[in-house]
């Protein structure tokens, strides 16, 4: 009993890692973008998002934010759900939305109709410049005028001058969302297959590609956007639609992108432990090498791949869970672990009012937690995922040739990342994925000691940055490098902190911490 009470005092609360970081990147480092992460808007409530007749300047500013620091937008999908549910309008300024009741569990529902007129299209125009969108047309009503209509209104809003004057560019259409759930949500009967689905896509998307010109326009097609995959030849899969010959059809061949959805899981609750499973090294990484087959066979036919439409947990987020500090280092090593194994680029889910959006675009007066009044309404603001936009985006830089490498760390809770802009080691950013949940008193730290591998200019000193967290469960209070984004107009208020350091010496980082540390 003794010697157990004695191991147990002992118990460094500081423990020792070690990581090795090329001084040059290897085969393994992988481009990204400055927009690896970047956002999937639900398209019921675009307006609210964009603005209307004047832009949403809240929304413009947390956009800016991310272009000053990389020099390119987020991109944009305007889709999802809503997307399947959206007719055009012609009688219709800006948009009609007709919404089932809020419940405890969704208190933001999806519209189940969208009237959009032409105005809501050209909304567009309001996007941050040199914006590039995908936009999602309506395949689930099986209307074949209503994709037509809606592609004409999408091509005439992109061929005006206020959105070509501004470099905003329609790069994707997309057909249908998610329409391997089609047989279980009434769009479809519930034997639809993926032979099936493939030949519908084909005469719509020969509609929608003649609608839109695409032999003659700079746009392409997001293929798939499927909710699953089952991985297979016969299932709803990228192996799927192309072995049933989706890309030798003529409208096929302007799908350059496969776009894959994903969420963690379905809670309609959360508690601490599902903020851990979240948050975790190993689960980030099992959900997403999943698809590491099908990622393959989008390669194999010189595809782009990428999540079209991501978040922690649907039931639009988890309770607690998706909408906290921790939900922010989930969001920074799955977009960054992504970008390892082939996925180009991470959509992160939005809707108004949604648990796990990176930003609130507009006042709320429903707790978006559990639908009640709010005793005051809460102005527009961004949630902690904001800030893994901010630090993806200051770790990829603006160099427009930056790669990012996994380091290869043996800690269950710590993942890293390094950046080199051509040949040479810029950054590192470090992650302490341990959840330290409010109530709890021994926050562990890791100290990391650091070495050099290769050969390259060897730097011996660095600055820091922290993503300060009080505790994972905590919905705001962040502090990145001395600064917030907690801010009423959503631009970065406080004074940048300063700390330095030495590779000789290495670095803390404590529970649920983000570290990023740029080489001298
Ligand atoms: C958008 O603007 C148009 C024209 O100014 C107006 O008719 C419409 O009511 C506005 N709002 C929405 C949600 O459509
Ligand atoms: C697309 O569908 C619309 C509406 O049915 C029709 O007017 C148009 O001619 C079609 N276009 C093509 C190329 O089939
Ligand atoms: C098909 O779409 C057109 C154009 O949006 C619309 O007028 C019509 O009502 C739709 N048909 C059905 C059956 O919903
Ligand atoms: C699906 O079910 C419908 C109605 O029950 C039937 O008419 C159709 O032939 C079935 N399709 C397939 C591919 O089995
Ligand atoms: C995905 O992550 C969640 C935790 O967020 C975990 O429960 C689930 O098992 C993971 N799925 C896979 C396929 O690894
Ligand atoms: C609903 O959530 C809000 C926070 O958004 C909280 O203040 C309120 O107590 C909750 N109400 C119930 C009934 O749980
Ligand atoms: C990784 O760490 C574990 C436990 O800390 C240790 O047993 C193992 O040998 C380490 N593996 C390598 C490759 O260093
Ligand atoms: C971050 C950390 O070490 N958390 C531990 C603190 O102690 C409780 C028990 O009191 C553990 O459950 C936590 O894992």
């Known amino acids: 009993m003794f010697s157990a009470l004695w191991v147990a005092l002992i118990v460094p609360l500081v423990s020792g890692t070690s990581v090795t970081i090329p001084l040059a990147p290897s085969d393994d480092a992988a481009d990204v973008d400055g927009n690896l992460v970047s956002l999937s808007i639900e398209q019921d409530r675009w307006l609210d998002w964009s603005g209307n007749s004047s832009r949403n300047a809240f929304f413009f500013n947390t956009l800016d934010n991310l272009v000053s620091i990389t020099g390119s937008a987020p991109k944009i999908r305007i889709g999802a759900d809503s997307e399947d549910h959206t007719l055009f309008s012609s009688t219709v300024e800006g948009v009609v939305d007709s919404f089932p ?17 032409q105005g809501f299209y ?20 099986k209307n074949i005028t209503a994709t037509f209509l809606e592609t004409k209104a999408i091509v005439k809003a992109f061929a005006s001058s206020a959105v070509r004057d501004a470099g905003i560019t329609l790069d994707f259409l997309e057909l249908g969302n998610e329409a391997d759930l089609y047989l279980d949500n009434g769009l479809r009967l519930s034997n639809y297959t993926v032979e099936e689905y493939t030949a519908e896509w084909i005469t719509f998307a020969t509609n929608m590609s003649a609608a839109a010109d695409l032999a003659n326009s700079n746009t392409k097609i997001w293929g798939a956007a499927f909710a699953n995959s089952d991985h297979s030849d016969d299932g709803f899969s990228p192996q799927g639609i192309f072995a049933n010959g989706i890309l030798d059809s003529v409208p096929g061949s302007f799908i350059t992108t496969i776009s894959q959805h994903h969420y963690s899981g379905s809670f309609c609750t959360g508690n601490g432990g599902l903020l851990q499973d979240l948050m975790t090294k190993s689960t980030i990484r099992s959900n997403l090498t999943e698809f590491s087959p099908d990622i393959q066979a989008t390669q194999d036919q010189n595809l782009d791949y990428l999540l079209g439409e991501t978040n922690s947990y649907s039931c639009h987020g988890a309770p607690g869970v998706s909408n906290t500090a921790g939900a922010a280092l989930w969001t920074l090593d799955y977009a960054l672990f992504a970008s390892q194994i082939g996925v180009s680029r991470v959509y992160f889910h939005e809707g108004i009012g949604y648990k796990y959006n990176l930003i609130q675009p507009l006042v709320l007066t429903r707790s978006t937690l559990n639908g009640s009044a709010l005793a005051e309404p809460q102005q527009p603001h961004v949630q902690p995922q904001y800030y893994a936009a901010i630090i993806a985006a200051e770790a990829i830089g603006n160099s427009g040739n930056t790669e990012a490498l996994e380091l290869n760390i043996n800690n269950t809770w710590i993942s890293g990342y390094a950046f080199y802009e051509g040949s040479d080691l810029k950054r590192a950013v470090f992650i302490n994925s341990l959840a330290f949940l409010s109530g709890q008193t021994n ?12 050969s390259g200019h060897t730097a011996t000193t660095f600055s820091v940055k922290r993503l300060v967290i009080g505790y994972a469960d905590d919905v705001s209070g962040l502090i990145w490098g001395g600064q917030t984004y907690e801010t009423s107009d959503g631009r970065v208020g406080g004074t940048a902190t300063s700390e330095t350091g030495t590779v000789a010496a290495g670095i803390d980082i ?11």
Not at 101 to 117: C, D, F, N, R
Not at 443 to 454: I, K, Q, Y
């Open 101 to 117: 009741p809020p419940t405890t569990t969704v208190p933001y529902p999806e519209a189940t109709s969208i009237l959009a007129g």
């Open 443 to 454: 926050r562990t730290s890791v100290h990391l000691d650091l070495a050099f591998s290769g």
């Open 510 to 520: 404590p529970a649920t911490e983000v570290v990023m540390i740029t080489f001298d």
């Open 122 to 141: 050209n909304a567009a125009k309001h996007l941050p410049s040199n914006t590039g969108v995908t936009w999602g047309v309506n395949f689930g009503a």
